[in-house]
């Protein structure tokens, strides 16, 4: 019984093996963790190392080669600036996509100038055709004014009849309700041509072969 102390280690080695050999997965599967702290100290575990959270891992098979790198744990500010960052980016890669798209789109609607002239003229041939119409009204109520206007001269001086007061008022509401549509329609042909002149100038680059959503909007051109 004297040598049982003598013992004890090589009893520890027997039963601490089996159990070692049990625990690792067969084909090496059990991750091995490993790091160096910002201290120097090189540590090494079977599952994350608490002291290196903040600090790369390297996460092996068991036979040492390299299975994955486990991130540093960011903060909560670190986190929030990542997240912020990572919504900017989303956004940005959705905003070419489209730009992408509408360029695409742009040159299959106008494969040439000659197509592209025709969808401004007819756009243009559509506001002013409405202004026409506008003058012709415009016109028309000039006619419809001059008998109540001849009818009132007979009452200078006095107040005019309730109805032809009616009539007049109506007449000048109408007249103007005319003159304001007709410079809003002027307004549309400027921004018209405009928006066309634009969209040429867009499409020449693309014609000529510069990639799709690589040209700066209008917009932010001028900015």
């Not at 500010?77 to 890669?93: C, F, G, S």
């Not at 002013?128 to 012709?136: H, L, N, P, Y």
């Amino acid at each position: 019984m004297r040598h049982l102390p003598a013992l004890l280690p090589l009893v520890a080695l027997a039963v601490a093996l089996p159990c070692a050999h049990a625990q690792a997965p067969a084909g090496g599967g059990k991750a091995i963790y490993t790091c160096t702290t910002p201290d120097g100290r090189k540590l090494t575990g079977d599952r994350p190392i608490a002291e290196c959270m903040t600090r790369e891992q390297r996460v092996l098979n068991a036979d040492g080669s390299l299975r994955s790198v486990l991130p540093p744990t960011l903060s909560l500010e670190e986190r929030a600036a990542k997240e912020e960052q990572d919504r900017k980016l989303a956004v940005e890669r959705s905003a070419q996509a489209d730009a992408v798209r509408r360029d695409r789109n742009l040159k299959l609607r106008f494969p040439n100038e000659a197509a592209h002239k025709r969808a401004r003229d007819a756009a243009l041939d559509d506001v002013r055709t409405a202004m026409r119409t506008s003058e012709r009204r415009l016109q028309d109520l000039a006619t419809d004014r001059k008998p109540l206007t001849d009818e009132a001269e007979f009452y200078v001086g006095k107040p005019l009849p309730p109805k032809l007061k009616q009539q007049l008022d109506a007449n000048d509401a109408a007249a103007e309700a005319q003159r304001v549509l007709i410079e809003n329609q002027k307004a549309e042909l400027v921004r018209v041509n405009k928006l066309y002149d634009q969209e040429l100038a867009r499409l020449k680059r693309l014609w000529a072969g510069a990639p799709l959503g690589s040209i700066p909007s209008a917009s932010a051109a001028s900015n």
